[in-house]
Structures are given as structure tokens and as C-alpha cells.
């Protein structure tokens, strides 16, 4: 039972290193870019960002 708590505690671990990665290569890479971008996709920026907001306080 050991073996297999040590095997949980490390996939875990290396997936949410993985998601926060994921999050991070995004917000370098792609929110630069649609901060150059038109107006119509500041906006659909500005309303994501909102809606992740939301959720965050939601939770």
C-alpha cells in the first residue's frame, strides 16, 4: 500500500507541474499577442479574463 501511495503522490505532483506549465506557456506566449490585437479580441481578452474571475471567487 505504501508503494502505491508514493506512485499517486508523484504522478500528481509531476501533473500539476505539467498544468502549471500549460497555464504558464500560455500567458507568455498567447496573451502578448492578443494584447496587440484588435479591438473586437481585446474584448473577447477582457470578458475570458472576467469569467475567470468569476470562477476563481466562485470556487
Not at 508523484?10 to 479591438?39: E, H, I, K, N, W
Request: overall charge positive; charged content about 20%; proline content about 2%.
Amino acid at each position: 500500500m505504501k508503494a502505491f501511495s508514493t506512485i499517486a503522490l508523484v504522478l500528481s505532483t509531476l501533473s500539476a507541474g505539467l498544468m502549471a506549465g500549460l497555464f504558464a506557456a500560455f500567458a507568455y506566449s498567447v496573451m502578448p499577442g492578443l494584447r496587440q490585437s484588435s479591438d473586437r479580441a481585446r474584448r473577447i481578452e477582457r470578458d475570458a479574463l472576467a469569467r475567470l474571475r468569476k470562477m476563481a471567487t466562485a470556487a
